[in-house]
Structure formats: structure tokens, C-alpha cells
């Protein structure tokens, strides 16, 4: 099993940042691609930005300019620095990750709300 913790959401208001940060844990597994995905109400879950395990990038075209993916194999953990935000970026934040164990098995963390104010 593989535990992810979020942590850095909050309110902000329009053409401020924010950072998220998730972190995964479990023994025995190879961590491959980390991300976020993003929810608001009312509509489906959407893609933010993956990164691989050899820090290869995908950013959705919205947050593309603004947003910036990394992560620190070392540690497991992925971040999100998030600049220029909009209202319309205003959703819960999903990390996720792949991991491998015999198998390929997605985690999802808990979630993270971001809200932006105009």
C-alpha cells in the first residue's frame, strides 16, 4: 500500500501562488509518473500536470506558463508551484502516483482545496 499526504492549499487571492507538496510512502514499491489532478464543482476531474521518474513533464494547456511540476525522487514527493492563479483555478487538487510492485497500481491523496478569489 502507498500513502499520500498533501499539504499547501488554501485561499489566495487572483495573481498570487500557492505550493502544494505531496509526499509518498510504502515499502517495497518503485514510484514511477507523480501529478495532480484537479476537481471543481460540479465538474469532472481534469488534468493539471504529470512528471515522470525521469522528471519528463505534461502540463494541461490552462495551467501551462503558470505552473510549474517538480519532485525529489529521493524523497517520494512531488509539488506544484502555482503562480498567476485565476478563480478558474479554484478545485480540490488530487496527487496521484504510480506505483510498481509486480503490478502498476494508482494512488490517489486525499485531496487539497484551492480556493482563488477575484
Not at 476537481?39 to 503558470?66: F, H, M
Request: some cysteine; hydrophobic content about 30%; aromatic content about 12%.
Amino acid at each position: 500500500q502507498v500513502q499520500l499526504v498533501e499539504s499547501g492549499g488554501g485561499l489566495v487571492q487572483a495573481g498570487g501562488s500557492l505550493r502544494l507538496s505531496c509526499a509518498a510512502s510504502g515499502s517495497g514499491f518503485s514510484i514511477n509518473a507523480m501529478g495532480w489532478y484537479r476537481q471543481a464543482p460540479g465538474k469532472q476531474r481534469e488534468l493539471v500536470a504529470t512528471i515522470t521518474s525521469g522528471r519528463t513533464t505534461n502540463y494541461a494547456d490552462s495551467v501551462k506558463g503558470r505552473f510549474t511540476i517538480s519532485r525529489d525522487n529521493a524523497k517520494n514527493t512531488v509539488y506544484l508551484q502555482m503562480n498567476s492563479l485565476k478563480p478558474e483555478d479554484t478545485a480540490v487538487y488530487y496527487c496521484y502516483c504510480n506505483a510498481y510492485k509486480a503490478t502498476y497500481i494508482t494512488y490517489w491523496g486525499q485531496g487539497t482545496q484551492v480556493t482563488v478569489s477575484s
